[in-house]
């Protein structure tokens, strides 16, 4: 990916100062998961120790707008889409990576300037969600509709669907697909999108399969981190918390995997991606100190400690949680120009909704690409 370090050029043509940061969270109801220290929005001496109910002028406040992205495109516009189906995030390439993510650039240009896109006219596409979702889904639903396309949806098809009769998943997908052109699944066993995968004649997208993998929000998570500080590779990146179950963690990891220079920090209960990551050559260190962790980092991505993972494991859940917080203490001690702290929405630091934005224009690129290719 393009590369620029501490001087970034943003898309209006301003340059964006060094003592800048930013926030993002996986979960918009969590504690925040990414700091950037690349990016300013705010100067350092407005900053108060109270900094959500601080009163900060308006000529103190510098927005934050995403890196220009030079255009790299492999592909040949109309070639089919290598994937058939999005299951996990090792699938993709830097190649493929840097080409979805230009196609993502695209459909913002469509989304802002085109509300009326028929791209998919004539498409339907199948949200099968056995797990809660909120954003995913809707993302993935608002992404078919702003292309043209039209969306037949379950939100609770694990209780609410055949499935709560008996029905095996292959035999609800192998019914769903005489329905529809592609579906995108939730569920809560780990590897079930695969066996969807193997079973379907259409195209299958992976919205999270239990502990396993949630490779489009790696996609838009990694996507973010090039729009937001401009480079992938040679960054320092601290994964937190329940990296054994959190699924959004372990697909992340397998695509930093494809940059260079990476340098992985674990602060978790446990994780077990470490031997991929020395199989690629990624150097990574364990870590029970975040504080410290966080002085070195690029990036520092925080997952919530799952509780629905541990099943009537309570003692593991109750010893886990709360033990890995990104709290104003841990901020304190990041690079100087990285001063933030949390329940900040309202500041154009917190990049979280960015990144969410983010989700639908990756979600658009590849229901793009499945269906009619590049």
Known sequence: ????????????????????????????????????????????????????????????????????????????????????????????????????????????IIEKKSRGSQLLNGYLMA??????????????ESAMKRLGGEVLTTENAREFSSAAKGETLEDTIRTVEGYTDIIVMRHFESGAARRAAMTANIPIINAGDGPGEHPTQALLDVYTIEREIGKLDGIKVGLVGDLANGRTVRSLAYLLAKYNDVKVYFVSPEEDIKEYLTSKGVEWEESADLKEVASKCDVVYQTRIQKERFGERTDLYEEACGKYIVDREILDVMQKHAVITVDVDGDPRAAYFRQAKNGLYIRMALLKLLLLGW
Do not use: W
Not at 37 to 65: E, G, P, T
Not at 127 to 140: A, D, H, I, K
């Open 1 to 108: 990916m393009p590369s620029s370090m501490f001087s970034m050029r943003a898309s209006h043509g301003t340059t964006l100062a060094p003592e800048q940061s930013t926030i993002f969270r996986d979960s918009m109801y969590n504690k925040p998961n990414f700091f950037y220290k690349h990016l300013l929005c705010f100067k350092r001496s407005c900053v108060s120790s109270n900094l959500a109910h601080s009163s900060v002028s308006q000529k103190d406040i510098i927005q934050c707008r995403a890196v220009e992205v030079a255009s790299n495109r492999t592909f040949l516009k109309g070639e089919k889409f290598q994937l058939h189906d999005v299951i996990e995030a090792q699938q993709f390439d830097r190649d493929i990576l840097s080409a979805i993510f230009e196609v993502a650039r695209e459909m913002e």
């Open 127 to 140: 949200t099968l969600f056995y797990e809660p979702s909120t954003r995913t889904r809707l993302s993935f």
